[in-house]
């Protein structure tokens, strides 16, 4: 599986990004996640989709950030609204195949990650 992500930027307090991730060799059997990094800070799940498609998020992003996913097209996306200064970070998508609802916040459950794409939330 190889995972290319895309569509960081900079953006106002307020605004919207669409983040892409261009998947090849992903099934339907994968997880995929989306993953940020800010600088000093770990690695943090944003939020991701089961294989059984139902959707989890982190607290700090309910409400703000979908993800979703093409499978015809082998894309995930991430839709980010209503963004914050806070939300400034590396982000990565990822995806696995043995991941369980305990194991879905964890970073090295994931088994095959993307490059980072950068957002900057600003004024």
């Known amino acids: 599986v190889q995972l290319q992500a895309s569509g960081g930027g900079l953006v106002q307090p307020g605004g919207s990004l669409r983040l892409s991730c261009a998947a090849s060799?992903?099934?339907?059997?994968?997880?995929v996640g989306w993953f940020r990094q800010a600088p000093g800070k770990e690695r943090e799940l944003v939020a991701g989709?089961?294989?059984?498609?139902?959707?989890f998020y982190a607290d700090s992003v309910k409400g703000r950030f979908t993800p979703s996913r093409d499978t015809g097209k082998n894309t995930v996306f991430l839709q980010m609204d209503n963004l914050r200064p806070e939300d400034t970070a590396d982000y990565y998508c990822a995806a696995g195949s043995r991941i369980i609802v305990s194991t879905r916040y964890n970073v090295n459950a994931y088994d095959y990650w993307g490059q980072g794409t950068l957002v900057t939330v600003s004024s």
């Open positions: 989709i089961f294989r059984s498609s139902s959707i």
């Open positions: 060799g992903l099934s339907r059997g994968h997880t």
